[in-house]
């Protein structure tokens, strides 16, 4: 087989135990590893072809967090590559009802590693005649379509059958680009980024990794493997890669030009492919050694050490942000770059960052990231990018934000959300976009900073946040919700399926809009601002809340899984239970719960939000409520004053009766008196 299998095939059916099968051809067997063929945190196992029992294939079993480079998957699914291991199929294979997993199936290398440092040096003889034919024909197959391999190093070099005379680079799709590669194999544009921020690069990368290759093989171990990345870094500034890297090799002519060419550290004088394709020529001409990095005609001091080297100097301020705060607010760094690099434009940009530096502010640490991170890419523009706590390709972004989130690193997550908030970073990619600096392939668009910019703005709303950017920038990346986590979900109606089956299994009694779930549904859905914006302003567990991801929900089962989902209306009714508490009347309640529980029997969401018309029923019950509240406190008023009407009555006829009693007695006296005088007078 040629050409990889179809690319995104359906998950198979599930098997039980160490074995499933891809695509109904090839097994997977989970028990049998194989680590040397393994790729950053991912597994690598044996793979068996049911339709040819003698043919043998590993598989690379990928982390859910694990960046897969689509377009080098692409590509090699459509034609083969020479001189690197052949790919064969991906796609999801369920090994259980809970362990879904993204596979990817290669050629196995049947001759084994290529270089083993116990066995010693390879000869020169060696590289000429089995390593340099096969890498110059692979780069120039995939540079030919601007693509890069970006993993090659002694590890990832294999005999391809078994009579080891065949060699191959290794697979390089199922981790992100560079992420493996010792920093030493690295260029100075991109030994200092994190190792998942490194970017797919350019072909010149793969050029420059060639060259330490072939050092590491000729001297039996890797180079500089006793430094560490600082010491690497400022060892090839200071002296040049070729003169960093040979030292203490003893080289014929005709490999020391072929590696003065490969590891020319000026990208423009680099070799190319084509120069590494016809080296039997080009070799013929001796090419200049690298001297590191440009020079200044005098050194500035910074901490205990003097540079007139603008990347080292660059790389102290990084370490020590405060103190490279104030070179840049005392305006040394703008005099030394005017007087020793006699760089005009980037002194006048280091000028106005001098300006705005200056004086007093609450955000004192925030502003100085900020100044040191906008002074140090003008000192190195073409290096990664720093800012806080992490340096970074523009091209690597994405699988920063993504290792961040693996790791579950809250300060680096905290530095990303700063860097996208701040409106830094898109000054830096216009610059990219707009100047003469446009080495990277892969940069960062304005679009997805403006973006992320907007979504962190919003950070605490749900569907928002990193989580959002996470999303946005790895379009390929599974959602990464615990409810669904392992089951390798890549679009909203997978989400839709598995988050049903464990609403089932749950009885409801599970969350399908967290902060992942939102933002990976975001990312995918149209339309569902409408949702989303009226949800940021209502508390969560409130009616309104509930309503609005009750319809988020109807919406997304109407769009994308038209199939009764009995799940999501056990999670409905769980949701909604507050909200029908809130229906004052007895009546009122008990008819639209009845509803409520024959619509649960479709299964439908849309349907439990038409028969139980929630909202209405809501609406029309608060007016009467409030209605009823103004009648009984009308009763009560009229009460009183009933109340109030009797007792004055009750006095009135006291005092009244009083007075006729006092008259009825005055008259009986007078009459006795009269009667009596009339009695004496007789």
């Known amino acids: 087989m040629s050409l990889a299998e179809t690319m995104e095939s359906e998950t198979e059916p599930v098997a039980q135990g160490h074995n499933a099968v891809l695509r109904g051809r090839f097994r997977i067997d989970l028990a049998r590893r194989l680590d040397f063929l393994g790729s950053g945190e991912n597994q690598a196992v044996q793979a068996f072809d049911t339709q040819n029992p003698s043919a043998e294939y590993f598989a690379v079993i990928s982390n859910p967090y694990s960046m897969i480079r689509q377009r080098l998957a692409e590509r090699m699914s459509e034609s083969l590559i020479p001189g690197m291991i052949e790919f064969l199929a991906r796609g999801t294979v369920p090994f259980s009802e809970t362990d879904i997993r993204y596979v990817s199936v290669f050629d196995m290398p049947r001759g084994g590693l290529f270089f083993n440092a116990a066995n010693g040096p390879v000869t020169e003889k060696e ?3 089995q390593v340099l034919s096969p890498v110059s024909q692979c780069l120039a197959a995939l540079h030919k379509v601007k693509l890069t391999h970006r993993g090659i190093h002694a590890d990832n070099l294999f005999f391809a059958d078994e009579a080891r005379q065949e060699v191959v680079l290794g697979e390089a799709i199922t981790s992100a680009p560079g992420s493996g590669q010792p920093v030493v194999y690295e260029t100075l ?15 010149a990368d793969d050029i420059y990794a060639v060259g330490v290759l072939i050092v590491h093989l000729l001297g039996g171990a890797l180079p500089a493997a006793d430094m560490n990345p600082d010491e690497i870094f400022a ?3 200071k002296n040049g890669s070729f003169a960093f890297l040979t030292e203490g090799l003893t080289l014929s002519q005709r490999i020391s ?4 060419g490969l590891l020319q550290d000026d990208v423009q004088a680099r070799w190319t492919t084509e120069m590494l394709v016809d080296w039997r020529d080009k070799i013929k001409e001796t090419p200049r ?5 440009r020079r200044g005609f005098s050194k500035l001091a910074f901490g205990d050490e003097e540079y007139n080297s603008p990347r080292l100097l660059a790389q102290a301020m990084r370490a020590k942000p405060m103190a490279a705060l104030e070179l840049v607010k005392n305006g040394q760094l703008a005099k030394w770059v005017k007087s020793a690099l006699r760089e005009e434009e980037t002194t006048t940009k280091i000028s106005h960052i001098q300006s705005e530096s200056s004086g007093g502010s609450n955000r004192h640490k925030r502003n100085a990231t900020t100044a040191v991170a906008q002074a140090t890419y003008m000192l190195d523009p ?24 693996h790791k579950d690193d809250m300060e680096l997550k905290k530095t990303l959300g700063e860097l996208f908030e701040s409106g830094l970073l898109l000054n830096i990619v216009s610059d990219q976009t707009g100047g003469s600096n446009g080495r990277r392939l892969d940069r960062i668009s304005e679009d997805e900073v403006l973006s992320c910019k907007e979504h962190m703005r919003r950070k605490k709303d749900p569907g928002f946040g990193l989580e959002r950017c996470l999303y946005e920038l790895n379009r390929h990346t599974p959602c990464l919700s615990p409810l669904v986590l392992g089951h390798h979900v890549r679009n909203v109606r997978e989400f839709i399926e598995v988050a049903e089956k464990k609403m089932v299994s749950a009885n409801g009694q599970a969350n399908p809009f967290d902060r ?15 949702f989303l914006l009226p949800m940021s302003g209502s508390a969560p567990g409130s009616a309104d809340h509930a309503i609005i991801e009750l319809k988020l929900f109807a919406r997304l089962q109407s769009a994308t899984h038209p199939a009764p989902l009995p799940g999501f209306c056990r999670w ?9 508490g809130k229906i004052m009347s007895r009546l009122r309640r008990e008819v639209v719960n009845q509803r409520f529980q024959v619509a649960k029997k479709s299964g439908s969401l849309p349907e439990l939000l038409r028969a139980t018309d929630i909202e209405r029923q809501l609406a029309a019950d608060a007016k009467e409520y409030q209605g009823a509240l103004a009648a009984a406190g009308n009763a009560d008023r009229m009460a009183a004053y009933l109340a109030n009407g009797t007792e004055q009555r009750r006095n009135a006829a006291d005092r009244y009766g009083a007075w006729i009693t006092s008259v009825l007695a005055i008259t009986s006296l007078v009459t006795s008196m009269v009667v009596s005088a009339l009695y004496f007078i007789g």
């Open 127 to 129: 590289i000429f005649d």
């Open 572 to 580: 409905a009714e769980e949701t909604l239970k507050p909200v029908f």
């Open 289 to 293: 050694r690298g001297r590191g990095d």
């Open 235 to 237: 060892g090839k500034v």
């Open 382 to 405: 073409e290096g990664p990018f720093w800012f806080n706590n992490v340096s970074f390709s523009l091209g690597g972004l994405g699988s920063l934000v993504l290792w961040a989130f």
């Open 257 to 260: 030009d072929l590696l003065a």
């Open 516 to 530: 992942h779930a939102a933002g990976f549904i975001a990312s995918k859905t149209k339309g569902i601002d409408q």
């Open 189 to 203: 544009e991109n030994a200092m980024a994190h190792p998942m921020a490194r970017g797919e690069g350019v072909a």
